[in-house]
């Protein structure tokens, strides 16, 4: 069983924090907002970092416009020069540029797989649950959009070789088929994305201006959002809205963990793991799961 | 393929000759709809039909399905097509729910046969298992690439235009000067939202799915968001915001932090003119939720983009003249919403409804397709309603 720690700011401390951690890999970048993107230098000092320490180095890539491909072409640049790595793409523009660097290996990130077990309102029956159920579609909110072969086959024409997926129970039973397919699989832990933007709801509700601007306050707050009388709850961190997924011994056994390539701790102010100790904490909690 | 690329070599040429001012482009469900927004100017409409096998029980947000957005029948797109061609206007085929299963492809396939056979002059497709569709039936019709596949820089653009797409649909977040960027650089045209659907959050990203809400939790919002405007959605509910900090948690108000919709795009839409964008578009093929017949709230809405585009297009409009025309049509559109609002309590004999006018709800709140990113409108308060009575 596989960890990666995955850093959510160019916090150099939180990232040393990743590499002297047990996890095996470490993920360095920004996956949700475009204005978090690290800077060459940043991303030069973190890749020399994490290879000091020894771990597996990942760049997680978000939703770009126009001008943050420019600054990522630079950055894609130098980890080609540096060899086969993996870099998280969330953008099918950043597909089509990582066709031109035959080292580094695209892995779909959350925002290319389409999930429908995302939505919050599915674990508490989606409308009209029974309907469904008699003609035999339930399942079909269970799926990823990659478990339709003519898709994965498409991505993996264009050289993808790896997906992240979320900690959502009644997806599991359909993980194997991406496995069986040739995909390796990253689950993420604990947080499921359920809804993303890019007027930014951190950004907007602590009164920025505007993102070029942004003194990024998400780099240490977050909130919980609770509407107490539709019994919701969500996490909002960044530019993203998250559900909270706690692992439990239950939903390991129905996990083909086998099968899993890694599983993603994100470094977050939602999960207060900003810690070496934080992140061992959680591996060990999982590998205890199994036995 | 090769079809589709000198396609777009020939829209590519035409484009750097002149400018052209966008087509309008208008969401139907049913034939009386499409024949009030093809009187009102569209240039183009598209549809969904409730489909036939297990994808008609299936639905994420507004693709093929049964809810009330889809046209009900392949006969009605039939007559829909028949109508529109008879008037010179395009009819787009909707396909595109970011999704696609073994169980749901028989009646995609379906969907996609019977559409082009009607004669439909495009499919809207939004996942490249349902692209392997379409490339699989061999259909030869243009294709555009929905906005679920969130297009945001002109590298998308381009590795969608080399998979056969001659026109995308931007993302709703982007800015002015991010479309100009990209259609500068774009052999494929390029489509924008300006009017109605300007969600909070990236449209393929959100989970929130309104139509799979259990009824419960529907009721409940559309009762929380009631006065806020003419248009609810679960983004708009209000929450306790609780700082998360390691010593514990504070809490830090009550809003609707994820609010950030948008209706209205007159004030900008000269900036896409001059940007060369292809085509505008409105969205709504739900609006009968607000009360309005079929097509009417649509048909309002082309109305007033096509009086505007018209003045745009006159070698002798000058900024002034536009200003002032704006601020008129903003004007017609409360009449001819008032309007709407009259017709329906009429239908309905008699009662209220309360309406928010264009002023204090699209200008005041700011809530402009094209205003600033980080533009928080729930945080301008005490909007005037008016009642209408019957």
Same mark, same amino acid.
């Given at each position: 069983?596989?960890?990666?720690?995955?850093?959510?700011?160019?916090?150099?401390?939180?990232?040393r924090?990743?590499?002297?951690?047990?996890c095996?890999k470490?993920?360095?970048?920004?996956?949700?907002?475009?204005?978090?993107?690290?800077?060459?230098?940043?991303?030069?000092?973190?890749?020399?970092?994490?290879k000091?320490?020894?771990?597996?180095?990942?760049?997680?890539?978000?939703r770009?416009?126009?001008?943050?491909v420019?600054?990522?072409?630079?950055?894609?640049?130098?980890?080609?020069?540096?060899?086969?790595?993996?870099v998280?793409i969330?953008?099918?523009?950043?597909?089509?540029?990582?066709?031109?660097?035959?080292?580094?290996?695209?892995?779909?990130?959350?925002?290319l797989?389409h999930?429908?077990?995302?939505?919050?309102w599915?674990?508490?029956?989606?409308?009209?649950a029974?309907?469904?159920?008699?003609?035999?579609?339930?399942?079909?909110?269970?799926?990823?959009s990659?478990?339709?072969?003519?898709?994965?086959?498409?991505?993996?024409?264009?050289?993808?070789?790896?997906?992240d997926?979320?900690?959502?129970?009644?997806?599991?039973?359909?993980?194997?088929?991406?496995?069986?397919?040739?995909?390796?699989?990253?689950?993420?832990?604990?947080?499921?994305?359920?809804?993303?933007?890019?007027?930014?709801?951190?950004?907007?509700?602590?009164?920025?201006?505007?993102?070029?601007?942004?003194?990024?306050?998400?780099?240490?707050?977050?909130?919980?959002?609770?509407?107490?009388?539709l019994?919701?709850?969500?996490?909002?961190?960044?530019?993203?809205?998250?559900?909270?997924?706690?692992?439990?011994?239950?939903?390991?056994?129905?996990?083909?963990?086998?099968?899993?390539?890694?599983?993603?701790?994100?470094?977050?102010?939602?999960t207060?793991i900003?810690?070496?100790?934080?992140?061992?904490?959680?591996?060990?909690?999982?590998?205890s799961?199994?036995s | 393929?090769?079809?589709?690329?000198?396609?777009?070599? @020939?829209? &590519?040429?035409?484009?750097?000759?002149?400018?052209?001012?966008?087509?309008i482009?208008?969401?139907?469900?049913?034939?009386?709809?499409?024949?009030?927004?093809?009187?009102?100017?569209a240039?183009?409409?598209?549809?969904?039909?409730?489909?036939?096998?297990?994808?008609?029980?299936?639905?994420?947000?507004?693709?093929?399905?049964?809810?009330?957005?889809?046209?009900?029948?392949?006969?009605?797109?039939?007559?829909?097509?028949?109508?529109?061609?008879?008037?010179g206007?395009?009819?787009?085929?909707?396909a &595109?729910?970011?999704?696609?299963?073994?169980?749901?492809?028989?009646?995609?396939?379906?969907h996609?046969?019977?559409?082009?056979?009607?004669?439909?002059?495009?499919?809207?497709?939004? +996942?490249?298992?349902?692209?392997?569709?379409?490339?699989?039936?061999?259909?030869?019709?243009?294709?555009?690439?929905?906005?679920?596949?969130?297009?945001?820089?002109?590298?998308?653009?381009?590795?969608l235009?080399?998979?056969?797409?001659?026109?995308?649909?931007?993302?709703?977040?982007?800015?002015? &000067?991010?479309?100009? @960027?990209?259609?500068?650089?774009?052999k494929v045209?390029?489509?924008?939202?300006?009017?109605?659907?300007?969600?909070?959050?990236i449209n393929?990203?959100?989970?929130?799915?309104?139509?799979?809400?259990?009824?419960?939790?529907?009721?409940?919002?559309?009762?929380m968001?009631?006065?806020l405007?003419?248009?609810?959605?679960?983004?708009?509910?209000?929450?306790?915001?609780?700082?998360?900090?390691?010593?514990?948690?504070r809490?830090?108000?009550?809003?609707?932090?994820?609010?950030?919709?948008?209706y209205?795009?007159?004030?900008?839409?000269?900036?896409?003119?001059?940007?060369?964008?292809?085509?505008?578009k409105?969205?709504?093929?739900?609006?009968?939720?607000?009360?309005?017949?079929?097509?009417?709230?649509?048909?309002? +809405?082309?109305?007033?983009?096509?009086?505007?585009?018209?003045?745009?297009?006159?070698p002798?409009?000058?900024p002034?003249s536009?200003?002032?025309a704006?601020?008129?049509?903003?004007? @017609?559109?409360?009449?001819l919403?008032? @309007?709407?609002?009259?017709?329906?309590?009429?239908?309905?004999?008699?009662?209220?409804?309360?309406?928010l006018?264009?002023?204090?709800?699209?200008?005041?709140q700011?809530?402009?397709?094209?205003s600033?990113?980080?533009?928080?409108?729930?945080k301008?308060?005490d909007?005037?309603?008016?009642?209408?009575?019957?």
């Open positions: 069983m596989k960890f990666s720690a995955q850093t959510t700011t160019s916090d150099i401390a939180m990232l924090e990743a590499i002297s951690s047990s095996d470490v993920r360095f970048g920004s996956e949700f907002c475009e204005w978090k993107i690290p800077s060459l230098t940043e991303l030069e000092k973190a890749y020399a970092l994490v000091d320490g020894e771990k597996d180095f990942a760049y997680v890539t978000p770009v416009s126009d001008s943050s420019k600054k990522l072409v630079k950055q894609l640049d130098f980890l080609n020069r540096e060899g086969k790595i993996p998280v969330n953008d099918l523009g950043i597909l089509n540029v990582l066709g031109r660097y035959p080292n580094l290996i695209p892995h779909l990130g959350r925002q797989v999930m429908p077990a995302r939505c919050p599915l674990k508490r029956g989606i409308k009209d029974l309907f469904e159920k008699v003609h035999g579609i339930e399942e079909e909110y269970s799926k990823t990659l478990n339709y072969a003519p898709t994965i086959r498409f991505f993996q024409e264009h050289g993808v070789r790896g997906v997926l979320d900690w959502i129970p009644r997806c599991f039973p359909y993980y194997g088929f991406l496995v069986k397919a040739g995909l390796n699989l990253s689950v993420h832990l604990q947080l499921v994305p359920v809804t993303l933007t890019r007027k930014c709801h951190t950004a907007r509700f602590l009164g920025e201006i505007a993102p070029e601007t942004c003194s990024k306050p998400c780099n240490i707050r977050a909130f919980r959002l609770r509407n107490d009388r019994e919701l709850e969500f996490f909002l961190h960044e530019n993203a809205v998250f559900r909270f997924a706690e692992p439990s011994r239950k939903d390991m056994e129905e996990l083909p963990r086998n099968d899993i390539g890694e599983f993603v701790i994100t470094m977050s102010p939602i207060r900003r810690t070496q100790e934080k992140i061992d904490e959680l591996i060990l909690h999982m590998k799961l199994i | 393929m090769a079809r589709t690329s000198s396609r777009n070599r @020939e829209s &590519n040429q035409n484009r750097k000759k002149t400018r052209r001012i966008p087509k482009l208008a969401p139907v469900n049913s034939f009386e709809g499409a024949v009030k927004v093809i009187d009102a100017g240039d183009e409409i598209y549809c969904g039909v409730v489909m036939s096998g297990k994808g008609r029980y299936f639905g994420l947000y507004r693709g093929p399905g049964a809810s009330p957005a889809q046209l009900p029948s392949y006969d009605d797109l039939g007559r829909v097509v028949q109508h529109a061609h008879s008037h206007v395009k009819v787009v085929l909707v &595109n729910e970011p999704f696609m299963s073994d169980e749901l492809q028989e009646g995609v396939r379906n996609i046969r019977v559409g082009v056979d009607k004669g439909v002059d495009a499919l809207m497709i939004g +996942d490249m298992g349902v692209l392997s569709i379409v490339r699989d039936l061999g259909v030869d019709v243009p294709l555009i690439a929905s906005t679920y596949f969130v297009s945001m820089n002109s590298e998308a653009i381009d590795f235009g080399k998979l056969g797409f001659s026109r995308v649909v931007l993302e709703r977040h982007l800015t002015l &000067n991010e479309i100009s @960027e990209i259609v500068k650089h774009s045209d390029i489509e924008v939202f300006c009017h109605y659907g300007g969600c909070s959050n393929a990203s959100c989970y929130f799915y309104h139509l799979r809400m259990p009824d419960r939790i529907k009721r409940e919002w559309q009762m968001t009631r006065g405007g003419r248009h609810t959605a679960p983004c708009t509910i209000l929450y306790d915001v609780y700082e998360i900090a390691d010593s514990g948690e809490r830090c108000g009550n809003a609707p932090v994820m609010d950030a919709l948008t209205c795009s007159l004030c900008h839409i000269q900036a896409l003119v001059q940007a060369g964008v292809a085509g505008i409105i969205v709504g093929r739900l609006r009968q939720w607000h009360g309005y017949g079929p097509g009417r709230g649509v048909a309002a +809405d082309v109305k007033i983009y096509r009086k505007l585009l018209g003045l745009i297009g006159k002798s409009a000058r002034e536009i200003r002032v704006i601020s008129s049509l903003r004007e @017609e559109y409360d009449y919403m008032i @309007e709407e609002c009259r017709r329906t309590l009429r239908a309905q004999g008699g009662g209220a409804v309360k309406y006018p264009f002023y204090e709800f699209y200008c005041r700011k809530r402009c397709i094209f600033s990113l980080f533009n928080a409108p729930y301008e308060h909007l005037k309603s008016r009642e209408i009575r019957l």
